[in-house]
């Protein structure tokens, strides 16, 4: 689980929320109008399923949810794993790690490679191949939650229209005014919070993950390499340390 990401999402809007609960004296209820909420999510998810294919916007909830259940993976313990992976081939033979267990697919992948003795070009390929892939695949979720964080304020300052002209068109019935003028201003609440909190920090989110996944790939297939010309487990770590902060190196 991804503690630092929904923490900071739980303790922006508990900060919001907060302060709207403590400046309205405990009346929650003027900030919540079931019209105003329509016009917010019912528009954008019309508008996304619109933008995009079914299956796409699928997958991009797939992967915002994978971001927040799946523990950040640090670079030191992909180089470790490729340490270690130096020193099973170094004692037991290349061979032997084609029976290593591991559910990474790219590792499981870099492990068959070097018990087939592949040639480095292919390695580089393959590692090309899986890059190319992976940032496709999140490119797509990407630009799901960015249009979300788009459309929501797009559709609040509709519910703000709407609610100007229905204020404007009631201006001889006082008691109407002020309905309409909720609604004006909660959709553009309602569109704000949705783009600022929720749906523009996923999409970030995803962006960032797709730069952490493209260097351990690299790391991967860079300690693959190394094992292949030499699989001394200290010339592999010199090598990988170099992915490495100045601080985490030994």
Same mark, same amino acid.
């Given at each position: 689980?991804?503690?630092?990401?929904?923490?900071?999402?739980?303790?922006?809007?508990?900060?919001?929320?907060?302060?709207?609960?403590?400046?309205?004296?405990?009346?929650?209820?003027?900030?919540?109008?079931? =019209?105003? /909420?329509?016009?917010?999510?019912?528009?954008?998810?019309?508008?996304?399923?619109?933008? =995009?294919? =079914?299956?796409?916007?699928?997958?991009?909830?797939?992967?915002?949810?994978?971001?927040?259940?799946?523990?950040?993976?640090?670079?030191?313990?992909?180089?470790?794993?490729?340490?270690?992976?130096?020193?099973?081939?170094?004692?037991?033979?290349?061979?032997?790690?084609?029976?290593?267990?591991?559910?990474?697919?790219?590792?499981?992948?870099?492990?068959?490679?070097?018990?087939?003795?592949?040639?480095?070009?292919?390695?580089?390929?393959?590692?090309?191949?899986?890059?190319?892939?992976?940032?496709?695949?999140?490119?797509?979720?990407?630009?799901?939650?960015?249009?979300?964080?788009?459309?929501?304020?797009?559709?609040?300052?509709?519910?703000?229209?709407?609610?100007?002209?229905?204020? /404007?068109?009631?201006?001889?019935?006082?008691?109407?005014?002020?309905?309409?003028?909720?609604?004006?201003?909660?959709?553009?609440?309602?569109?704000?919070?949705?783009?600022?909190?929720?749906?523009?920090?996923?999409?970030?989110?995803?962006?960032?993950?797709?730069?952490?996944?493209? /260097?351990?790939?690299?790391?991967? =297939?860079?300690?693959?390499?190394?094992?292949?010309?030499?699989?001394?487990?200290?010339?592999?770590?010199?090598?990988?340390?170099?992915?490495?902060?100045?601080?985490?190196?030994?």
């Amino acid at each position: 689980m991804d503690f630092p990401s929904l923490l900071g999402m739980l303790a922006g809007l508990v900060m919001v929320f907060g302060s709207i609960y403590a400046h309205s004296s405990g009346n929650m209820g003027m900030y919540w109008d079931p =019209f105003a /909420l329509m016009i917010v999510l019912g528009g954008t998810i019309a508008s996304i399923f619109v933008a =995009f294919p =079914f299956e796409e916007v699928g997958q991009a909830f797939r992967a915002a949810f994978k971001v927040f259940a799946s523990r950040k993976v640090q670079v030191r313990e992909v180089v470790k794993i490729m340490v270690k992976i130096a020193e099973i081939s170094r004692r037991e033979g290349i061979v032997a790690l084609e029976h290593v267990k591991t559910e990474n697919a790219v590792l499981k992948k870099a492990c068959q490679l070097i018990a087939d003795n592949a040639d480095p070009a292919l390695i580089r390929s393959t590692l090309a191949i899986e890059i190319t892939t992976m940032k496709r695949r999140h490119k797509v979720a990407h630009d799901v939650f960015k249009r979300l964080g788009g459309l929501t304020p797009a559709y609040g300052m509709m519910g703000t229209l709407i609610g100007l002209v229905q204020m /404007l068109s009631q201006l001889s019935s006082p008691e109407s005014i002020g309905p309409a003028m909720a609604m004006a201003l909660l959709t553009t609440l309602y569109g704000s919070v949705f783009s600022t909190m929720i749906f523009l920090p996923m999409g970030a989110k995803l962006q960032a993950r797709t730069l952490q996944e493209q /260097l351990q790939l690299e790391i991967i =297939f860079e300690g693959a390499k190394s094992i292949l010309v030499n699989n001394n487990p200290v010339l592999v770590y010199e090598k990988l340390s170099s992915f490495l902060p100045p601080n985490e190196r030994k």
